[in-house]
C-alpha cells in the first residue's frame, strides 16, 4: 500500500510539531528558576502556618534570651 509524497510529509511535520512541542513543555518544567521560585513558595507557604510560624517565634525567642543571659553572666 503505497503513500502519496505529500501525505508523508504532512506526517513528518506533524510530528516534527508535536516534538517541538513536546521540547518546550520539558523546557519549561525543567526551568531552574522555575524550580527554585515553586521551592521557594512551598517553604513560605509552610512558614506561614499558624503552627510552625509561633513555634519559630518561641524558639528564636529562648535563643535570643539564652545568649543575652550568657552575655551579662
Do not use: C, H, S, W
Amino acid at each position: 500500500m503505497a503513500r502519496d509524497p505529500e501525505t508523508i510529509q504532512r506526517e513528518i511535520e506533524a510530528a516534527r510539531e508535536a516534538l517541538a512541542e513536546a521540547l518546550d513543555a520539558l523546557a519549561e518544567r525543567g526551568n531552574p528558576r522555575r524550580i527554585a521560585d515553586q521551592g521557594r513558595q512551598a517553604v513560605v507557604a509552610k512558614l506561614e502556618e499558624p503552627k510552625i510560624k509561633y513555634t519559630l517565634i518561641a524558639v528564636g525567642a529562648i535563643l535570643a534570651l539564652a545568649i543575652l543571659r550568657k552575655l551579662f553572666r
